[in-house]
Each structure stands twice: as structure tokens, then as C-alpha cells.
């Protein structure tokens, strides 16, 4: 493929995005097919999107998907398929120096495989051998110890499976239920609770109708949730101010063309979207929000002299929250010069957002993966918290905040039970409605999972989708440590690394994906899922399954478990494959507060939000209010402590990939063709290195843990982004990462500042 970097001058959306989306329809050979398919996406009775998790609206426009989303529905409804006469040609180790790209290229997965160790081999098997096999695998080590299974979950399973599997797992005797979210929003689902009392984001779609200002940090729009794009759009239209803190210039935040406006498309027209734009440092997040409140608070003392409104909400500070005091002498403490110095922005800058801040009635917070992924992580989201508390934006409309979650039902995976922790189960109702006694003892999460494994200490690792050994941390030594497990089961649509790096015992699993057709005794069932918005929807398969010999996943899980698991009435397993409404009626009755009439309400336009008490300003927190927490570190990153010759790698997405499926190798808004083994650099840092663009480099972890850990061959690519700090992309620089550097009390991976070391090739 040839190598083209140039930077892209065209917007967000615009024609580039409908050439991005043709490159791959075609690529996949699945124009014909996906159009039809595309026509239902994110429409009440439709199909929900198999990418990002963003709101699907009451009223859908015309096309309700982006250029990401077709491209997804497209890898799924390819024609390619990998069948056993595949897997007969190629070892497995042969298949191991594939690209993620040409793994997933071969097409989707068309029947049941078992690993043959003599051959290096998948071979072909029965479904009713595989299931017996694991069972049988299953059942001789929860004899010897039911803590050293793990039951890993990516979050695209539905709300139907992912209970089905939770209760596996703890019927099975573990908590042992890490998920995808575990290296994602899991920093939110712990920062969120101890302030606000709810572990997701407040705001509704309908409040970008109202807000009069949105802040947004640490999230890439154009391509990672491209129809969040539409009411922000919208918003600017109505004169509304976005004010971003991204250290990236990404095109999404600076200006779109809506490619389903015939106007916009043939006139050329485009939004410019950020109003402020702030490349605060990587990790710069909490000194910024500390400067924008010193400003606040500057702007209320001025206001307070001239006899003018407040600019602090001091009725709701007072009813509502609690720490305000210890909150407000910590920003008054903190000087100009050092916030100045841990943001990378100037006192100037912040005092602006602060001006347009305290103009705004309503102001909603939104983040992504630049907050969450940092070893104090929980401390930006607190920092964001503050900011909103301190003018009441929470549980009034147009404000609130806005996590904005990844995977299509990552969020739904945790309301119906995919945690490690017990205490957020209903273990009662799973006594009462199930009659077994639920497992008491922490589960281990994402990084827990892979420590234990290079410990040796795991025996069993079954993934219900996602790409574990691509998307953990420390991708050689989780490889290395793989093949030490007993048994290693894999449900999949699409070959990747994961599958290729054995236990003892090993299988691989096809599965129904969700825009097709899923029978069950000629019965078409629905599947459903929840949004970034806590909105529920329903889901239509679409299309005839990719092989004759799939199964859904529901059924995979019900094989599974009935295999393993000693009868009980109470849990049907087949019963509930075969009709999933009924698995929905017991979802319902495990959580009737969030789930009510859950069947009946299936198909409701918009979806059905849960409730959520922060929405009407009932705070379940221990202190039953909102809750300041000030931060007792400058920075997220904890970079202060690096010795001199260090940089901080931020791992990021290209447009041309979801998570490890790389979809082809342009990265179109930031101008990178042809390749992925990229660093992106500042012109400064470039000098001062003595580099040049497109000089070869190797980079070394910083981490003296007595582990060498290096990734070759980047090419250096000049890019806005601030000194200091260089950027690539993920998967492929995870083999930088070591496990223990991860998110304090989330563990999530701290993925976007990796401390590191370069060197130039040659
Ligand atoms: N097309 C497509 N869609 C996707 C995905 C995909 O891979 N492809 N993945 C899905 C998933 S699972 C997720 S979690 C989401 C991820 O969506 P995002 O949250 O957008 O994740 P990233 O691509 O990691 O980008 C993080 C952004 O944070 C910025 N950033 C990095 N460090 C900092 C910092 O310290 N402070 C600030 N303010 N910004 C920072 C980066 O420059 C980048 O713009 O997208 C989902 N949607
Ligand atoms: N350095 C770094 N690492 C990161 C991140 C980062 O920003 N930087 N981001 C992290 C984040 S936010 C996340 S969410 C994780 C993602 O981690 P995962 O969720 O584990 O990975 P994915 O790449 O989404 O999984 C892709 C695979 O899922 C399978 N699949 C697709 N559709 C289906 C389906 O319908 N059913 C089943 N059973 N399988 C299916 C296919 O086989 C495909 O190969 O990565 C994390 N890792
Ligand atoms: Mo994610």
C-alpha cells in the first residue's frame, strides 16, 4: 500500500467520508448487500449500529448512520468467509505474522474449530463435541478451583446475552467478569458514583436541543462517534459555543460538512464546530479545569463587588452538595504559574473558557478516552465534575455530563451484571429468582486478569467477543503467557489474534452477528441494548446469517452453561435461547426499577431511558449530595516524576479501524495514508531531536521493571501536537504498555500517557 502524508485540509463528514465509506464497501464486496441494511440502521424497529454506543434519536433522519457505522455494518456482511478449508492451509503460527487487517480480511468465521496442537492446526468440530469438551474442561477445574476461570466480555454482546453470561459466571462460582469497559469508561463508573451517585453520564439527546454551551475533553468526534456530529451541528446553529480540550487538532472538533445535506454537500458549506479550541497537554485536564475555576471564582468576586448576579449557583451548592469549602481554598491556592505549566495553556485561554462558562445557562461536560485512560483518571472526571457542580449544570435540561461510551452496549453490559464486583449485583434477587447462592468473592478485572495470567495463576479464559491479547496492555509477554491456560475458548465473527494464541484446549466459535437474521425454532428474535444516553432500544437482525452453521451467541451461552453447570429449573438455559423475550422478562425481574414492562417497551422510538436518580437531583452518594472532590495532584499523568529523555505516548484511533478491527490504512482527517506504524510529533520536538519527518525510529518503554519492551519501524510524522508528548496508534504500540500501568482504583490501562523512550533506525 503506498505511504502518502500530507495534511488534510477537507472537514469532518464532507465527500472524503463518502469515499471513505465506499473504499471499504467495496473493499469488503458488500455494497449491494449493506445498502438495504444501512436504510434500517438506528431506526426505531431497525438495526442498531454495531459501532459506537452514541443516542439514536426519536425521529432518525433519513440515513441514521456515519461513514464509521456503514463501514461496520459492511466488515460484518462481507461475502468473504474463513472456512475450515481456510484453517487446513494455514498453521496457526503462520497465522500469527498476519496483520490484524488481513486476519480479519479472510472473512467471517462459518463453523465451530478446535485447536489441534500436533498440526499447529484449527480443525473442524461438531458443536455438540465443543460444548461437551469445555463443559468437561469447565467442570475438572471449578473442582479443583472455580476462581481461576475468566469469563471476558467485549461490549457489542446484547442485553440478553450478557445476562445470560453473567449468570453463568456466577452460577459457575466467579465474579471473574472483566470487561471491554474495564479498559474504557470503567475510570467513569468509579469517578461518577462517589460525586454524582449514578456510574453514567446524566444528559439525554434532547438536551443538545436546550444546552447553551457544550465543553468537551478528550474524545475524537469525526471518528469515533461521527453522529454525535448532527446535534452538535445543530447546536452551532443555533449560536451555540463548543469550547474543546483536545492536545490533537482533530478535524471532527474543528469543522463538518454533513454529507446527508444535498446543500452542504454541492454548496461546499461547512460548521465550523469548536468555538475554542485548547490543546491542553495529555493529562493536562485537572491543572485546566483548576485554572478555568480560579478564573470562575475571580469573575463571582468581581460580580459580588459590582453588586451583580453571582456567577456560582450558591442556592444549589448549598442544598445539594457537599466539599465546596475545601474545593474553592484549593483553586484560590493554586497559582497562575503552575497551572500555567501542568496544562500547557495559558492563563488567557483559561480565563476565556471560564468567561463563556458563566454566560451559559446551561452548559453540558462531555468526555471520552483522554480523561479515562490516565493513572488519575478519576481525578479529571472529579475536576469535570466540579466545574459542572459549581454552576448547578446537573438535573436541570441542557446540562448535565456526558461520558460517551464506547462499544454499541457496553454500558447495557454493566446494568444487567457483567462486573467484577459483587456489590453491584443484585445478589438477593439471584438467590430468590435463580436458587443458587451467588459468589461473594471479587472478581478480577481486565489488568487483575492479565496479572494473574502471566502469574500462571488462570486456567481458563473464555471471551465472548472482543480482541483481548490485541487490546490488553503488554501484548509479548500476555502472548508468551497464553498458552499456559487449560482451556481457551473464543466467540467470534472474525479471525484475529486472539484466537491464535492457544491454551492447552482450545475453541473457536462462530457466531450470529446482529444485523442478521436470528431464528430461533423459525422464530426471528429481537436483541436489545443500551446507549450513551442510559436509553434502551430494540434490534432486528436484517440479513440471512453468514453460514448455515452459526449460532447466536444466547445459544452459545446456554451450550456453554448446560455443559458446565448442574441442572436447575431455574435457569433455563435452552428455554430462554429458544424465546429471548423471555430472557428479557428475567432481566426485568431482576432489576424491576430499571426494566419495567421491559418487552412492552422494546420497540418505544428513541428507545426507553432508565431512570437515573442525578437526573432529578437525588444523589445516592454516602453523603446524599453531590460531591466536590479537589484533586491532590496537578497532573493525570504523573509525568513530573519522568527522568529527562522521556516522552509521553498517547494511544489513539485512526478513521479507518474499530478498536483492533483495522478496517484499511487511512487515517483521512489526520492527513496519514498507507500506514499505521506512525509517531506523530511536534515540529519543536523534531528539532530538538535532531529528527526529521519521515525518519525511522524505535521506541522502548520507559518502565524499568526489569522487562524490555520496543516497538520498530515508526516513521516520524510532524504533527500539532504539544511538546513533549508524541501520539500513534493502538494496537500496535500496545506492546509498549506494561500491565501495571493502568488507572489507579478503575485499572484502567493508562493508555493515553505511556511513558517512553526513542531512538532513531539506521
Ligand atoms: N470508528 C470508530 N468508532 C469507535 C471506536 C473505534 O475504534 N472506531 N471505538 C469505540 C470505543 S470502544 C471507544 S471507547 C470510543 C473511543 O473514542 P475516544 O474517546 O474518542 O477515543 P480515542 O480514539 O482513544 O481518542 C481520545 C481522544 O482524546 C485525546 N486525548 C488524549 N489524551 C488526552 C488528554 O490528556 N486530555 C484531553 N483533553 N484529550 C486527550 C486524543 O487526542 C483523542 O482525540 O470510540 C468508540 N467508537
Ligand atoms: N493502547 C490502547 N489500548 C486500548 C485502547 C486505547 O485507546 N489505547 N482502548 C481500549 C478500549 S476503549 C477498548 S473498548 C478495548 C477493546 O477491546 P475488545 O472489545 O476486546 O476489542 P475489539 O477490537 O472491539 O474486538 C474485535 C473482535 O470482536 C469480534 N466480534 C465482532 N463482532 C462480534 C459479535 O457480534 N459477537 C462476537 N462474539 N464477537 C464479535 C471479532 O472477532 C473482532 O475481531 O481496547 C482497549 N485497548
Ligand atoms: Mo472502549
Known amino acids: 500500500m503506498p505511504t502518502h502524508i500530507e495534511p488534510y485540509e477537507g472537514p469532518a463528514g464532507g465527500w472524503g467520508s463518502a469515499k471513505g465509506m465506499k473504499d471499504v464497501l467495496t473493499r469488503v464486496k458488500a455494497v449491494s448487500k449493506v445498502g438495504p441494511v444501512l436504510w434500517k440502521q438506528n431506526k426505531p424497529e431497525g438495526f442498531m449500529c454495531v459501532s459506537c454506543a452514541w443516542a439514536k434519536p426519536k425521529h432518525p433522519h433519513a440515513f441514521e448512520f456515519c461513514e464509521n457505522g456503514a463501514k461496520a455494518t459492511a466488515w460484518e456482511l462481507t461475502p468473504d468467509r474463513c472456512t475450515p478449508a481456510f484453517f487446513a492451509e494455514h498453521t496457526v503460527s503462520e497465522l500469527r505474522n498476519w496483520s490484524d487487517f488481513e486476519l480479519e480480511m479472510t472473512g467471517r468465521l462459518t463453523e465451530p474449530m478446535r485447536y489441534d496442537r500436533a498440526s499447529d492446526k484449527y480443525v473442524p468440530v461438531s458443536w455438540d463435541e465443543a460444548f461437551a469438551a469445555i463443559g468437561s474442561e469447565l467442570k475438572a477445574i471449578r473442582a479443583r478451583d472455580p476462581q481461576s476461570v475468566i469469563f471476558y466480555a467485549s461490549g457489542r454482546a446484547s442485553l440478553e446475552t450478557s445476562f445470560m453470561y453473567g449468570l453463568l459466571a456466577r452460577a459457575y462460582g466467579n465474579n471473574n467478569l472483566p470487561d471491554s469497559s474495564n ?48 446535534p452538535l451541528q445543530e447546536a452551532r446553529k443555533r449560536g451555540i459555543g463548543i469550547v474543546t480540550f483536545n492536545p490533537l487538532r482533530e478535524r471532527g472538533w474543528e469543522r463538518f460538512r454533513n454529507p446527508q445535506a444535498v446543500s452542504e454537500m454541492i454548496g461546499g458549506l461547512e460548521t465550523q464546530i469548536s468555538t475554542q479550541y485548547h490543546q491542553v497537554h495529555p493529562g493536562g485536564d485537572i491543572a485546566a479545569c483548576f485554572g478555568v475555576a480560579k478564573a470562575l471564582l475571580a469573575l463571582e468576586d468581581a460580580a459580588q463587588a459590582a453588586g451583580h448576579e453571582p456567577v456560582l449557583d450558591h442556592a444549589f451548592i448549598a442544598e445539594h452538595t457537599h466539599g465546596f469549602e475545601h474545593f474553592e481554598q484549593s483553586v484560590r491556592a493554586m497559582e497562575w504559574s503552575e497551572i500555567e505549566k501542568h496544562s500547557g495553556l495559558k492563563q488567557a485561554a483559561l480565563e476565556r473558557v471560564a468567561s463563556v462558562y458563566s454566560q451559559a445557562k446551561s452548559t453540558i461536560f462531555l468526555y471520552g478516552m483522554g480523561l479515562t485512560q490516565h493513572v488519575h483518571g478519576i481525578e479529571a472526571i472529579d475536576m469535570v465534575t466540579n466545574l459542572m457542580l459549581m454552576r448547578g449544570n446537573i ?273 483521512r482527517f489526520r492527513g496519514i495514508e498507507g500506514t499505521r506504524m506512525v509517531v506523530m510529533m511536534s515540529g519543536e520536538d523534531i528539532a530538538r531531536l535532531s529528527l526529521k519527518d519521515g525518519d525511522l525510529i524505535t521506541l522502548r518503554s520507559a518502565a524499568e521493571d526489569g522487562h524490555s519492551r520496543e516497538v520498530r519501524g515508526l516513521r516520524i510524522v510532524p504533527y500539532s501536537i504539544p511538546s513533549g508528548s508524541i501520539a500513534g496508534y493502538f494496537p500496535e504500540l500496545n506492546a509498549l504498555i506494561p500491565v501495571t500501568h493502568h488507572a489507579e482504583d478503575s485499572f484502567v490501562p493508562a493508555g493515553k500517557s505511556v511513558p517512553v523512550l526513542l531512538s532513531k533506525e539506521g
Open 183 to 230: 479498559m474504557c469508561h470503567e475510570t467513569t463508573s468509579v469517578a461518577l458514583p462517589r460525586t454524582i451517585g449514578v456510574p453514567v453520564g446524566t444528559v439525554l439527546l434532547e438536551d443538545f436541543d436546550t444546552t447553551d454551551l457544550i465543553i468537551t475533553f478528550g474524545q475524537n468526534v469525526g471518528t469515533n462517534s461521527p453522529r454525535l456530529l448532527h
Open 395 to 667: 438535573g436541570r435540561p441542557g446540562a448535565g455530563i456526558c461520558p460517551v461510551r464506547g462499544h454499541s452496549n457496553v454500558q447495557g453490559q454493566r446494568t444487567v451484571g457483567i462486573t467484577e464486583k459483587p456489590e453491584l449485583v443484585p445478589n438477593d434477587k439471584l438467590r430468590e429468582l435463580f436458587h443458587f447462592e451467588p459468589p461473594m468473592q471479587k472478581g478480577m478485572n481486565t489488568v487483575e486478569a492479565c496479572e494473574g495470567i502471566l502469574a500462571g495463576e488462570v486456567e481458563a479464559f473464555i471471551g465472548l467477543g472482543g480482541n483481548f491479547v490485541r487490546a490488553i496492555p503488554d501484548t509479548e509477554r500476555m502472548s508468551a503467557a497464553w498458552s499456559s491456560m487449560a482451556l481457551t475458548v473464543q466467540v467470534a465473527t472474525k479471525l484475529n489474534h486472539s484466537h491464535l494464541v492457544a491454551g492447552k484446549v482450545a475453541y473457536l466459535l462462530p457466531c450470529i452477528a446482529r444485523s442478521e437474521i436470528d431464528r430461533q425454532e423459525g422464530q426471528a428474535q429481537a436483541v436489545s441494548m443500551e446507549d450513551s444516553t442510559t436509553c434502551v432500544h430494540g434490534s432486528w437482525g436484517q440479513v440471512e446469517p453468514a453460514s448455515e452453521h452459526l449460532l447466536s451467541e444466547p445459544r452459545i451461552v446456554a451450550g456453554i452453561a448446560e455443559a458446565t453447570l448442574e441442572p436447575n429449573p431455574k435457569l433455563p438455559w435452552s428455554a430462554w435461547a429458544r424465546d429471548y423475550a423471555s430472557v428479557r422478562d428475567a432481566i426485568e425481574a431482576t432489576y424491576p426499577d430499571q426494566f419495567e414492562g421491559f418487552n412492552s417497551r422494546l420497540w418505544k422510538a428513541g428507545g426507553f431511558p432508565r431512570p437515573l436518580a442525578a437526573r432529578h437531583r437525588v444523589w445516592t452518594t454516602p453523603s446524599r449530595k453531590a460531591n466536590f472532590f479537589t484533586p491532590e495532584v496537578p497532573t493525570a499523568d504523573g509525568r513530573e516524576k519522568d527522568g529527562q529523555d522521556v516522552l509521553r505516548l498517547v494511544t489513539v484511533r485512526s478513521n479507518d479501524q474499530f478498536n483492533t478491527t483495522v478496517y484499511g490504512y487511512d487515517d
